[in-house]
């Protein structure tokens, strides 16, 4: 595969990382020594070995839910500057773009 200073910059895009044109250089040459090792990969055999799509045999180990009813929803309340109704106000933290 020939890593060319295009195919960077769509990687770069989709990672959404930004790169100087002078790092274009090393980041060919680590590109090439990540996807070597791959090719080093592909040639070990593994016919005998099975698939395996989880490292450990428990799967979806949950814990039981617990509800547990606090009683000091009033106090709560009491102690917040600003309110609707019986719920918290708080100033909006996600920005839409």
Same mark, same amino acid.
């Given at each position: 595969?020939?890593?060319? &200073? !295009?195919?960077?910059?769509?990687?770069? *895009?989709? @990672?959404? /990382?930004?790169? #100087?044109?002078?790092?274009?250089? @090393?980041?060919?040459?680590? $590109?090439? #020594?990540? /996807? &070597?090792?791959?090719?080093?990969?592909?040639? $070990?055999?593994?016919?005998? =070995? !099975?698939? $395996?799509?989880?490292?450990? *045999?428990?799967?979806? =180990?949950?814990?039981?839910? $617990?509800?547990?009813?606090?009683?000091? %929803?009033?106090? @709560?309340?009491?102690?917040?500057?600003?309110?609707?109704?019986?719920?918290? %106000? =708080? #100033?909006?933290?996600? %920005?839409? &773009?």
């Amino acid at each position: 595969m020939k890593i060319s &200073n !295009e195919l960077i910059s769509q990687l770069s *895009t989709l @990672a959404k /990382l930004e790169f #100087k044109e002078g790092d274009f250089f @090393a980041i060919k040459k680590d $590109l090439k #020594k990540i /996807l &070597n090792f791959f090719k080093v990969l592909d040639k $070990l055999d593994v016919s005998d =070995v !099975e698939p $395996l799509s989880h490292i450990s *045999t428990e799967i979806n =180990v949950l814990r039981e839910d $617990l509800i547990i009813d606090y009683k000091c %929803k009033k106090s @709560a309340m009491r102690n917040s500057p600003v309110k609707d109704s019986d719920y918290f %106000k =708080v #100033k909006k933290v996600i %920005k839409k &773009n």
